[in-house]
């Protein structure tokens, strides 16, 4: 006897969401692991009253315009839905930070890192409200509430002591490295939950 089995189309899209955000999260850990690499061994020297160099310059504009890339790239993956005015205003703030670090990166290092910081306050918000809209759609977001809730409490440190005399790339490389982390933490948490779906 043939058994059919029948997957309507919110299972469907649910699994191909997931799977999708587990690719993306794979591909958001290996760019954050690249860019934490390129800082330590480029720039990790440079503290708050010093110049960027050009390189420093250049990794500090790529970070937030990565994220804009990378939250588009969401947005297309989950379709049409609540979070999504949430990640135009991630975008928009993901433009309007690599306007203004465009800026900064001619300034001092402090400059950088409290547009930075300001920037991973308000994204770390911003990943806060999607995560939390998400739970009952996709389902496995504790990683990036965590995360989130990481980022505003790392905003504001980092913004705090932009003006420190000790404060300096290292800082953000810290960062990025910790989002690493939870983007993998997620795709585990995701696979988990594809895996116990799929039973």
């Known amino acids: 006897m043939t058994h059919t089995t029948v997957t309507s189309p919110a299972s469907t899209t649910t699994t191909t969401?997931?799977?999708?955000?587990?690719?993306?999260?794979?591909?958001?850990?290996?760019?954050?692991?690249?860019?934490?690499?390129?800082?330590l061994t480029t720039s990790a020297s440079l503290v708050s009253a010093d110049r960027p160099t050009a390189i420093a310059g250049l990794l500090l504009v790529v970070y937030p315009l990565w994220d804009v890339v990378a939250t588009l790239l969401e947005r297309r993956l989950t379709g049409p839905g609540s979070t999504h005015r949430v990640s135009a205003v991630n975008m928009a703030l993901g433009l309007a930070t690599t306007a203004g670090m465009i800026i900064a990166v001619f300034s001092v290092i402090r400059t950088a890192l409290l547009v930075f910081g300001v920037w991973a306050l308000l994204s770390g918000a911003v990943q806060l409200v999607t995560a939390i809209r998400r739970r009952r759609t996709v389902g496995a977001q504790w990683p990036m509430i965590i995360s989130g809730a990481q980022s505003v409490l790392a905003g504001v440190t980092i913004a705090a002591g932009s003006a420190s005399e000790t404060s300096g790339l290292s800082t953000v490389a810290g960062y990025s490295a910790f989002g690493?982390?939870?983007?993998?933490?997620?795709?585990i948490a995701l696979n988990n939950r594809s895996r116990r779906a799929a039973r």
């Open 17 to 39: 969401t997931s799977s999708g955000l587990r690719s993306l999260h794979l591909i958001r850990v290996v760019f954050s692991l690249v860019w934490v690499a390129l800082v």
């Open 180 to 187: 690493a982390f939870w983007f993998l933490v997620s795709v």
